[in-house]
T-cell receptor, first 113, second 111 residues
Framework: DGGITQSPKYLFRKEGQNVTLSCEQN?????MYWYRQDPGQGLRLIYY???????QKGDIAEGYSVSREKKESFPLTVTSAQKNPTAFYLC????????????FGQGTRLTVV | QQQVKQSPQSLIVQKGGISIINCAYENTAFDYFPWYQQFPGKGPALLIAIRPDVSEKKEGRFTISFNKSAKQFSLHIMDSQPGDSATYFC??????????FGTGTRLQVFP
């Protein structure tokens, strides 16, 4: 089945630790995105990549880092510099630079303990 | 100018009623307006989308109405069902750029 796989579904992190969220897609999509979802704030863009080995900051990139070494993979690292990392993180992809339909993964819920 | 404002934040509708969610934007360059539906604990999924060259698009019980001059678009859900209970997001994009999402509307449909 084609789609986007995010792992893990739930993640707990101690304060001061970096943690990496996985996102893999087998849709052969060029563009991939990371969003953060908080209650009442909608979906806020963290980073996006429209081509391998290139990515751009979104609206709330501070405290996060990404890489795009392979077309199908776009991992997100939440660093200790992110002051309030507890949130629901969503990865998405779309076919090309032209955003038509964005396909989302099932999300990773990160909790700082 | 990049914002998409969505209202209401929450909506309660009786089964069989009409659910209406509104969005407004400022950037006249936006050329793609999708609506996404999200169930609890899941990622959003595309529901229906419209481009500004048409004023209305209908797919089953779901209709987008688009008013270019007012810079507003809305989602109408006819004959609302309990299974429609979800969070709905409007979004907009322009010139092959990233999607800008509204803040979401939590819809609850009671039997």
């Amino acid at each position: 089945d084609g789609g986007i796989t995010q792992s893990p579904k739930y993640l707990f992190r101690k304060e001061g630790q970096n943690v990496t969220l996985s996102c893999e897609q087998n849709l052969n999509h060029d563009a991939m995105y990371w969003y953060r979802q908080d209650p009442g704030q909608g979906l806020r863009l963290i980073y996006y990549s429209q081509i391998v080995n290139d990515f751009q900051k979104g609206d709330i990139a501070e405290g996060y880092s990404v890489s795009r070494e392979k077309k199908e993979s776009f991992p997100l690292t939440v660093t200790s510099a992110q002051k309030n990392p507890t949130a629901f993180y969503l990865c998405a992809s779309s076919k090309d630079r032209g955003v038509t339909e964005a396909f989302f993964g099932q999300g990773t819920r990160l909790t700082v303990v | 100018q990049q914002q998409v404002k969505q209202s209401p934040q929450s909506l309660i509708v009786q089964k069989g009623g009409i659910s209406i969610i509104n969005c407004a934007y400022e950037n006249t360059a936006f050329d793609y307006f999708p609506w996404y539906q999200q169930f609890p604990g899941k990622g959003p999924a595309l529901l229906i989308a419209i481009r500004p060259d048409v004023s209305e698009k209908k797919e089953g019980r779901f209709t987008i109405s688009f008013n270019k001059s007012a810079k507003q678009f809305s989602l109408h859900i006819m004959d609302s069902q309990p299974g429609d209970s979800a969070t709905y997001f409007c979004a907009a994009s322009f010139n092959t750029d990233k999607l800008i999402f509204g803040t979401g509307t939590r819809l609850q449909v009671f039997p």
